[in-house]
């Protein structure tokens, strides 16, 4: 009983499922986004009071 | 080694901001002419001995040109010498900056006028004040216990 929760779900055919990204991925994509945000609003800000 | 596909996905979005960034300031700095200080224009002084050493031993804003000045500036513990500078709009002022004793900050507050003034180096800066207004001028390195009563202004006219 205490291995079932240690051991990774088994396909059919025996092997480890892929975990399940999707919702990681669009979190480090928001993330991403305000890295990309972040950058060029400093960058405009210099720009400005060039 | 297995990497997830959208791992994959995401790194390959990190090298590509990654690239963008670089490339963006790469052509920006090439553009603007962006350079280190030259070695061989590296101009040391004896802080102990500013008041003899020209320019620092005259502090001032001095005109050169239309509209176009040098601000020479010696930052103490705790102010500026000069202190309350005044110029007409448009102005196009080259600052030189040094300090007698510890390390100063020299930051215009809304300009990307920002630099450090180090005892025994000479730190330089041009900037163009088209906006008249009043400017903070004030010292962003912690410098004794007088530091955060370090500010001057800059008046624009």
Redesign the interface.
């Known amino acids: 009983m205490a291995n079932d929760l240690q051991r990774q779900p088994a396909n059919a055919d025996g092997r480890e499922a ?2 399940a ?2 919702g ?2 669009a979190a ?2 928001i993330i ?1 986004a305000l ?2 945000a972040g ?1 060029f609003g400093a ?1 405009g800000l ?1 720009l400005a ?2 | 080694m297995h990497i997830h596909r959208l791992e994959k996905i995401w790194i390959a979005f990190g090298l590509v901001m990654l690239a963008v960034f670089l490339t963006v300031l790469g052509i920006f700095a090439f553009s603007q002419g962006v350079q280190t200080p030259h070695s061989y224009a590296h101009q040391g002084v004896d802080p102990e001995k500013l008041s003899e050493t020209p320019p620092f031993d005259q502090p001032g804003v001095y005109q050169i040109g239309e509209n176009e000045y040098e601000a020479v500036i010696v930052t103490y513990a705790f102010g500026f010498n000069p202190g309350e500078i005044t110029v007409p709009a448009g102005a196009r002022i080259h600052f030189v900056v040094t300090s007698p004793d510890v390390v100063h900050g020299f930051e215009i507050a809304g300009t990307t006028v920002n630099l450090m003034s180090i005892p025994g180096e000479v730190n330089r800066v041009t900037y163009t004040f088209d906006k008249p207004g009043e400017y903070l001028i004030l010292c962003n390195e912690y410098c004794g216990i007088g530091h955060q009563a370090m500010y001057t202004k800059l008046i624009v006219i």
């Open positions: 892929e975990p990204l999707w990681t991925f480090v994509l991403g890295f990309v950058w960058f210099f009071r060039n």
